[in-house]
């Protein structure tokens, strides 16, 4: 059965806006017609652009928003209708904010979630410690979480989130402000989460390694639709967004003539060209290599920016 179920559900807030003396009002469909399920164990980018509505379906997964319209269950129940019996089943954790106490040192903080979602002490016990060595927190539970760095709090907004066994995850960018070494430790360890506890996770983020590194499935929404939803290769395949090669010539040229093939870049001895992704590019580089005094090269398949890119563009609406 699935974890989470929406059918055509939608959001829309009304946004007052003041010209001179008038005053407008207009309504904003933050999300609109959205219908997916999330099974027991997945692992689901939720990505798009600014403002493509991915926080206001999160608030409602949550319970936070309540729709205009659709139905939602998620562990099977209406989220807004049972919003205190969902937060013992879920965990999130917002990227830009802490759910941890500013003032108090990390374990009680902990410890206080103990007592809210009343996890039983063994239990507790056993995933703190888990949950300490793989995150690495066992020099910071003294430490109160103002005084913790942006990754040391992150870890710790994970570890709460986790704390309580919940069956679903959200996590809202929680990669974003990381370095490169505490993004790569914190997709390990959700990674392990997911493999050894079975839990779902949705994760939005704006960062397309996450999604690489973690999720099976990815969904894009765009002016609060549904643009895509599918394995990240079959995103890449969907899109037929060009193939670049670069080749080095033994001198500078100005921009060399293939047949099949566009130069985009030239630079010094160095040419970009772009060539259809349904292309072999076999028959360009022995065009190349009969023409021109080729040196090296080598063929960049499109990037999974330029991929979700073309994708918003194609999705937007025209007025
Ligand atoms: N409380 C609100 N009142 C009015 N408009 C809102 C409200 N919340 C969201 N919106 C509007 O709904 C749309 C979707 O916003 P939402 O925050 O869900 O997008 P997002 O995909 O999470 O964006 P970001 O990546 O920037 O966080 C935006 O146009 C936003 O301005």
């Not at 190349?288 to 960049?300: C, E, F, M, Q, R």
Request: charged share 20%.
């Amino acid at each position: 059965m699935s974890v989470i179920e929406l059918e055509n559900v939608s959001r829309a807030f009304t946004v007052s806006s003041r010209t001179g003396l008038r005053r407008t009002r207009r309504e904003v469909r933050a999300v609109d017609g959205l219908s997916f399920t999330v099974e027991p164990g997945e692992v689901v980018g939720y990505i798009g652009p600014n403002g493509a509505g991915k926080s206001t379906t999160i608030k409602m997964l949550t319970g936070i928003l309540v729709p205009t319209g659709g139905t939602i269950r998620v562990a099977g129940v209406d989220p807004s209708r049972n919003r205190m019996k969902l937060a013992k089943r879920i965990g999130v954790v917002f990227g830009q904010r802490t759910t941890l106490w500013w003032d108090l040192p990390l374990k009680d903080s902990f410890a206080v979630l103990q007592k809210m979602y009343g996890v039983p002490r063994a239990r507790h016990a056993e995933n703190l410690a888990t949950f300490v060595e793989l995150l690495n927190l066992g020099d910071l539970l003294d430490v109160p979480v103002r005084q913790l760095s942006l990754g040391q709090r992150m870890r710790g907004d994970i570890a709460a989130a986790l704390l309580h066994d919940p069956e679903i995850v959200y996590l809202d960018e929680p990669t974003i402000g990381l370095d490169i070494i505490s993004k790569a430790r914190l997709r390990e360890f959700l990674a392990e989460v997911n493999k050894e506890r079975g839990t779902t996770i949705i994760l939005t983020t704006h960062d397309l390694d996450d999604i690489e590194a973690l999720c099976s499935r990815v969904m894009v929404i765009d002016h609060g639709r549904q643009v895509y939803d599918g394995t990240l290769a079959g995103l890449r395949a969907s899109q037929s967004a060009p193939r670049t090669l670069v080749v080095d010539l033994a001198s500078s040229l100005p921009a060399i003539t293939v047949d099949g093939a566009t130069v985009t870049k030239v630079d010094g001895p160095r040419q970009h060209l772009t060539f259809p992704t349904s292309t072999s590019a076999a028959p360009l580089v022995a065009q190349i290599a009969a023409n021109y005094p080729l040196v090296d090269l080598s063929v960049a398949e499109p990037t999974i920016e330029s991929i979700i890119a073309r994708l918003y563009t194609a999705a937007t609406p025209t007025p």
